[in-house]
């Protein structure tokens, strides 16, 4: 069975850094485009970054310049390296990915992580 285990989370002050992981796990033949959403309170989850197997990335607006997304396909990990954190970064961070494996293919979610930034 295919997991998506999130790992990096926890609390930061406003201007760190932090660096979240993911990596999926089971009969895995392909990984193809990978991915961080958030969900803060009262809103809906929300595109964070994005990485084709090819490692084109794509960001949201709000975190240009701030986040990198990268992956490391042997390892079937994602990473992503949260720098000058805001309070508006507080959020559950949830890793996705479009897997293929023995007895699988679709979109799969991770359980997701809590960031915290304080001010």
């Known amino acids: 069975q295919v997991q998506l285990v999130e790992s990096g989370g926890g609390l930061v002050q406003v201007g760190g850094s932090l660096r979240l992981s993911c990596t999926a796990s089971?009969?895995?033949?392909?990984?193809?485009?990978m991915g961080w959403y958030r969900q803060s309170p009262g809103k809906q989850r929300e595109l964070v970054a994005a990485?084709?197997?090819?490692?084109?990335?794509n960001y949201a607006d709000s975190v240009k310049g701030r986040f990198t997304i990268s992956r490391d396909n042997p390892k079937n990990t994602v990473y992503l390296q949260m720098n000058s954190l805001k309070p508006e970064d507080t959020a559950v961070y949830y890793c996705?990915?479009?897997?293929?494996?023995?007895?699988?293919?679709?979109?799969?979610w991770g359980k997701g992580i809590l960031v915290t930034v304080s001010s």
């Open positions: 996705n990915a479009d897997v293929v494996s023995r007895d699988y293919y679709g979109m799969k």
């Open positions: 990485i084709t197997s090819g490692k084109s990335t």
């Open positions: 089971g009969s895995i033949f392909r990984i193809n485009d």
